[in-house]
């Protein structure tokens, strides 16, 4: 029986455990990847852990998403990261060079590898057949520091793909596809491996984009051989030499299977206000559009932006609409400008924006209110964008040309009344510019460190005591996001390196005076339903809320990475045995953990939580580390004390 090539890679890399799925594993890792919204965290962490320099065979850091200076907030982060990056042998990619994405598959992704992201989003780099996978900042200073990476052992799911996309279709709709099919729960505990005839017809940078947004069914990582289409890529970037074949066996088998033909995927629009809210184009076709957003962390590549380009060419934006393009990086901006697109942009209206995250991450690029914005990024959850009440589409790069043309949301194959169909390919040769990014050298290991004023160090967390009694603070519902619980935005991120300050914003959209009063009383819990913790792998959404006091979360079931974040922070993740019993509990409710730490420390599975006169029971899924991190107060404190983690 012959092996896929999630197994392969993962064998290649596997230091402790076996790969059954749902047990625990740990693995090399080989590259990481931290951008500055986590990365400053992530680096205060590292320099915590007293290691000189980076023990990965590569390590970078972005400066991708906070590029407002509105005041000296980010500035000084930036230098802070920028010095320390030179400091531990890190590649620093500067502010305008790129999202971190979409440079790591120009300039450093290589088949085979395993790649660690401070970014949810880290499994773009499917595109080049990496295992790339989304954590904590945390997880990621610890690899950095040597220390594999610890992880359930994911099952397999094989998707395959036959046939080949039809004009004016395009990789975005079919992973709206699989949304579709799916939902942002499909894919927790996979892998992603996507094969069979129609991979051939997707290039990299298509596979990219459907790996990128693997991350919104909730999938482990996505995966694509490495083929012809894999070696034409690397070697238009120069970088030919890191390419050899990887692939499945012709006789691999999956746990799970899914089959998608791509000849008859049609065009999909992610309706408000989740990923999975999919419906063909042509059921919203006529709805006035305001804004329309191209770029960012996905559809940034060279083509998905040329092609807007040449539908552009020659004529005007629809009165009324903002057009937005957020290129990928400096090397798609050169390539578009090298083949006319820039003008083709400027004469139609469009707004180009330098390279980088921008409204993909609510730094800037708001819609007014009540505007509908099309918007060819991954997410769409609530109040993302920076304005409450938001109504965000998510569409493919040729939807989003359309709506620009005709006003209205419009079905892409229309354009063909106005133009050919672009049938464009990536360049054979890239234009390639490595001028934003600092490479590491002896010289740089002497920098010193550069901190502000807004640097504040890591928070001192206790041990978990014997016993909790906590009151609940908020009660919240199914499919809650890391963006719910921590806002991100031009406001709020400037301080993801003050824990005190940016701890006032928890829980900011659903409940204002949340932070108060968790400050208030001083400990407490949390009370979700499924699929708790979706989205962003920020560790803010644990870390902030530990720093208020909040020492419990319940609920129906949690995301995998902010599961791993609890753990990292001394945050216990229980889940009700009975989910009937999520209706028991309310805000404001007293509970009490009864010899929690012996439970933990024990191996129990069971946890009595005490409610109102009567007793539910919570379960803990967790390893021997896991449980040690609990015990500790957390992954620092354990690996401090000498403890267990490889």
């Not at 003008?343 to 707004?351: K, P, T, Y």
């Not at 690029?365 to 509908?372: D, E, I, K, L, S």
């Not at 620092?636 to 490889?646: D, E, M, T, Y």
């Amino acid at each position: 029986m012959g092996k896929n090539l999630a197994t392969k890679i993962l064998e290649n890399h596997l230091v402790e455990g076996a790969l059954v799925p749902g047990t625990e594993i740990a693995i090399k890792i080989d590259h990481t990847l931290l951008q500055d919204a986590t990365g400053t965290m992530a680096m205060l962490e590292f320099m915590a852990t007293g290691t000189p320099e980076v023990k990965v065979e590569l390590a970078a850091q972005y400066i991708d998403h906070n590029l407002l200076q509105t005041d000296n907030k980010n500035a000084d982060d930036h230098a802070f990261l920028t010095s320390a990056a030179q400091r531990f042998g890190i590649h620093l990619s500067k502010p305008g060079n790129g999202v971190s994405h979409q440079v790591n598959l120009e300039r450093f992704g290589v088949p085979g590898k395993t790649l660690l992201g401070a970014d949810s989003h880290t499994p773009t780099a499917a595109g080049l057949a990496e295992i790339a996978i989304g954590a904590g900042g945390m997880d990621v200073a610890l690899a950095m520091a040597g220390h594999p990476f610890h992880l359930t052992c994911p099952k397999i799911w094989g998707v395959k793909l036959t046939g080949q996309l039809q004009p004016w279709v395009s990789a975005k709709d079919v992973i709206l596809e699989m949304l579709r099919r799916h939902t942002v729960k499909g894919g927790v505990g996979k892998i992603i491996e996507y094969y069979g005839p129609g991979v051939a017809t997707l290039s990299a940078t298509d596979r990219a984009t459907i790996g990128n947004m693997g991350a919104e069914l909730g999938a482990t990582t996505s995966l694509f051989p490495s083929d012809e289409r894999t070696r034409e890529f690397l070697e238009a970037q120069d970088r030919g030499s890191s390419w050899f074949e990887l692939s499945a066996d012709p006789d691999a088998t999956y746990d799970e299977y899914e089959e998608i033909d791509l000849s008859a995927v049609e065009p999909l629009i992610a309706c408000p206000s989740s990923p999975d809210n999919v419906v063909p184009v042509r059921e919203v076709e006529g709805t006035k559009v305001d804004q329309v957003l191209v770029g960012s962390s996905v559809n940034s590549s060279f083509r998905d932006l040329m092609n807007v380009c040449l539908v552009l060419e020659g004529r005007k934006v629809a009165q009324g609409i903002s057009f937005h393009v957020n290129p990928g990086s400096r090397q798609v901006l050169e390539n578009v400008v090298a083949r006319g697109g820039f003008m083709m942009l400027l004469l139609a209206g469009a707004q180009i924006h330098q390279s980088g995250c921008l409204g993909c991450i609510g730094m800037g690029q708001a819609p007014g209110t009540n505007q509908v914005s099309l918007r060819t990024f991954p997410r769409n959850f609530p109040g993302r964008s920076g304005t409450l009440n938001d109504r965000v589409y998510l569409c493919s790069p040729e939807t989003a040309a359309a709506a620009g043309i005709f006003g209205v949301i419009t079905d892409p194959r229309k354009l063909g009344e106005l133009l050919p169909w672009p049938a464009l390919s990536n360049p054979e040769k890239y234009v390639v510019d490595d001028a934003g990014i600092i490479f590491p050298s002896e010289e740089g290991k002497k920098t010193e460190i550069v901190t502000g004023p807004n640097i504040v160090p890591f928070p001192d967390f206790p041990p978990l005591p014997e016993d909790l009694e906590l009151e609940v603070v908020i009660k919240v519902g199914n499919n809650i996001s890391t963006d719910a619980i921590m806002p991100a935005g031009n406001k709020v991120l400037p301080y993801r390196s003050n824990i005190p300050a940016i701890s006032q914003f928890v829980f900011e959209q659903l409940d204002p005076e949340f932070a108060a009063r968790a400050k208030e009383k001083g400990s407490g819990a949390v009370v979700g339903g499924e699929n708790y913790g979706q989205g962003s792998s920020r560790e803010h959404a644990a870390l902030a809320p530990r720093y208020l006091g909040i020492q419990v979360k319940i609920a129906k079931g949690f995301a995998r990475i902010h599961r791993s974040n609890l753990f990292n922070f001394g945050i216990i993740p229980l889940t009700f045995k009975d989910p009937a019993d999520y209706d028991m509990l309310q805000q404001g409710d007293r509970i009490r953990l009864k010899g929690v730490r012996t439970l933990i420390a024990s191996g129990a599975e069971e946890i009595p939580v005490e409610v109102n006169g009567r007793t539910i029971i919570t379960l803990l899924s967790a390893s021997e580390r896991e449980r040690q991190e609990l015990v500790a107060g957390g992954l620092l404190n354990l690996v401090r004390q000498g403890g267990s983690h490889g």
